[in-house]
């Protein structure tokens, strides 16, 4: 299946922006891991 390039960049975009939001929700687990909270961690660990 040959993708349009305008369709190709809008994916190649989605994934970049899932990518950058999934490394912050990681970075915002260990840091409230860091703080004692362990539910929040444990939340946006999986969120990630």
Same mark, same amino acid.
């Given at each position: 299946?040959?993708?349009?390039? !305008?369709?190709?960049?809008?994916?190649?975009?989605?994934?970049?922006?899932?990518?950058?939001?999934?490394?912050?929700?990681?970075?915002?687990?260990?840091?409230?891991?860091?703080?004692?909270?362990?539910?929040?961690?444990?939340?946006? !660990? !999986?969120?990630?």
């Amino acid at each position: 299946m040959i993708l349009s390039i !305008k369709l190709s960049d809008a994916l190649n975009e989605q994934i970049l922006a899932e990518m950058w939001s999934s490394n912050l929700y990681l970075s915002m687990s260990i840091h409230f891991a860091q703080l004692g909270m362990d539910g929040c961690a444990h939340w946006l !660990k !999986k969120q990630s």
